[in-house]
Nanobody
Framework: QVQLVESGGGLVQPGGSLRLPCAAPGSITRVDAMGWYRQAPGKQRELVAGITNGGNTNYADAMKGRFTVSRDNAKNTVYLQMNSLKAEDTAVYYC??????????????WGQGTQVTVSS
């Protein structure tokens, strides 16, 4: 069973920064696309950023220039660097990944979510 493990959330003041790592431990054959989503109270889950295993990235318009997604393929880990945080960035952040394993084939997995709160 693959379980994505997120960390790095917390309380930060407006204008501050946070870095969220998400690791995919376990017996994995290959990790393809990885990404981050977020869900604010009363809103639908939305894409934040994605990255292919070749390093191509895409961002939601509201995050361009402030957020950076990266990955370490040797560690099966994706990162989300968030700068210039705003109150409207407050949400639960989820990572996901398309992972190929020997026994289960290719599936999309989600992390448990990490709370990010931007407030003074």
């Amino acid at each position: 069973q693959v379980q994505l493990v997120e960390s790095g959330g917390g309380l930060v003041q407006p204008g501050g920064s946070l870095r969220l790592p998400c690791a995919a431990p376990g017996s994995i054959t290959r990790v393809d696309a990885m990404g981050w989503y977020r869900q604010a109270p009363g809103k639908q889950r939305e894409l934040v950023a994605g990255i292919t295993n070749g390093g191509n990235t895409n961002y939601a318009d509201a995050m361009k220039g402030r957020f950076t997604v990266s990955r370490d393929n040797a560690k099966n880990t994706v990162y989300l660097q968030m700068n210039s945080l705003k109150a409207e960035d407050t949400a639960v952040y989820y990572c996901n990944a398309d992972i190929l394993t020997f026994y289960r084939g290719k599936n999309t997995y989600w992390g448990q979510g990490t709370q990010v709160t931007v407030s003074s």
